[in-house]
């Protein structure tokens, strides 16, 4: 089966500085994607960052950063200069083949002032 | 434009009863999908609907249910509630079911079986 494991369910950091957030996935499938979502205390998911597993170039979306060990199978999330509206639920996702997301469950993330 | 939207909000259902949730995609999206998601289990993925058809499913009994209309909303619904069915109910929509399109996630609806 396939699995995605958080291994940090809560994490804080200070504001402005940086923070790694863990995932591990676990696949057999060659063609796969890899997600991170934010859920902030509103509820609502939101993308922070997505990863073609076939493409070895870390994707980066402003603060947001990933690095991606397809042989490790390590898919971390990393927030720079982070904000005080960075504080959600953080979930590394995939999605093996065709099908729909497999979530990890989660690491609460909280920045402190 | 518009964002999914999930109703009702809140919903509160005594042992036995069942219930019916639903969801409207973004427009022009025909991918629904819906999630369980509790404290203890995190977000589990129930089934997904595309162009009326239902694509795939997860690992929830026959209680678990839904459909999908021509205008691309969706419907779940859950029989015989058990107690361990509260839970917050999460749909999302994509523009097509390919796994690598973003899924659009709406606010939820909170269950409450009691």
């Known amino acids: 089966a396939q699995t995605v494991t958080q291994s940090q369910p809560e994490m804080s950091v200070q504001e402005a500085e940086t923070v790694t957030l863990s995932c591990t996935y676990d696949?057999?499938?060659?063609?796969?994607?890899l997600f991170w979502y934010k859920q902030p205390p509103s509820r609502q998911m939101i993308l922070v960052i997505r990863?073609?597993?076939?493409?070895?170039q870390n994707a980066t979306e402003n603060r947001f950063s990933v690095n991606f060990q397809k042989a490790a199978k390590s898919f971390s999330l990393k927030i720079s200069d982070s904000q005080l509206g960075d504080t959600a639920m953080y979930f590394c996702a995939s999605t093996p083949g065709n099908d729909k997301y497999i979530f990890g469950t989660g690491t609460r993330l909280k920045v402190l002032a | 434009k518009a964002g999914v939207t999930q109703t009702p909000r809140y919903l509160i259902k005594t042992r036995g009863q069942q219930v019916t949730l639903s969801c409207s995609p973004i427009s022009g999206h025909r991918s629904v999908s819906w999630y369980q998601q509790t404290p203890g289990q995190g977000l589990q993925f129930l089934f997904e609907y595309f162009s009326e058809t239902q694509r795939n499913k997860g690992n929830f009994p026959g209680r678990f249910s839904g459909r999908q209309f021509s205008n691309s909303r969706s419907e779940m619904n859950v029989s015989t509630l058990e107690l361990g069915d509260s839970a917050l109910y999460l749909c999302a929509s994509s523009r097509d079911s390919n796994s690598n399109t973003e899924a659009f996630f709406g606010q939820g609806t909170r269950l409450t079986v009691v």
């Open positions: 990863q073609e597993a076939y493409k070895q």
């Open positions: 696949t057999s499938e060659n063609n796969y994607y």
